[in-house]
């Protein structure tokens, strides 16, 4: 089965920045979406960044400008590096690639950030 850990969480202070790595178990290019997702406590999960496999990377309208998604096909691992972290932004992170045939998603278990003074 495919398989994504997470690393790289943990506390910061707000205006902090952060990097999350995902490591993957097989070839990244083997999916047709990969990226990030967030959970904050009573919220529903939302979109962070994703990437096409032809390219094209896509963010949620409250981390543009602040987070930047990459990847290292070489290495199956992706990364999310989070700048100017605010308050809001404390959440569990989560990992995910999207297979297209058959349409399955596989999600990491998350990695816990938290933004506090």
């Known amino acids: 089965q495919v398989q994504l850990v997470e690393s790289g969480g943990g506390a910061v202070p707000p205006g902090g920045s952060l990097k999350l790595t995902c490591s993957v178990s097989?070839?990244?290019?083997?999916?047709?979406?990969v990226g990030w997702y967030r959970q904050a406590s009573g919220k529903e999960r939302e979109l962070v960044a994703t990437?096409?496999?032809?390219?094209?990377?896509n963010y949620g309208d409250d981390v543009k400008g602040r987070f930047t998604l990459s990847r290292d096909n070489a290495k199956n691992e992706l990364y999310l590096i989070m700048d100017n972290l605010r308050s809001e932004d404390t959440a569990v992170y989560y990992c995910?690639?999207?297979?297209?045939?058959?349409?399955?998603?596989?999600w990491g278990q998350g990695t816990q950030v938290l933004v506090s003074s």
């Open positions: 990437v096409t496999r032809g390219g094209t990377v």
């Open positions: 995910s690639v999207r297979q297209g045939y058959p349409r399955v998603d596989y």
């Open positions: 097989e070839n990244t290019l083997r999916f047709t979406l």
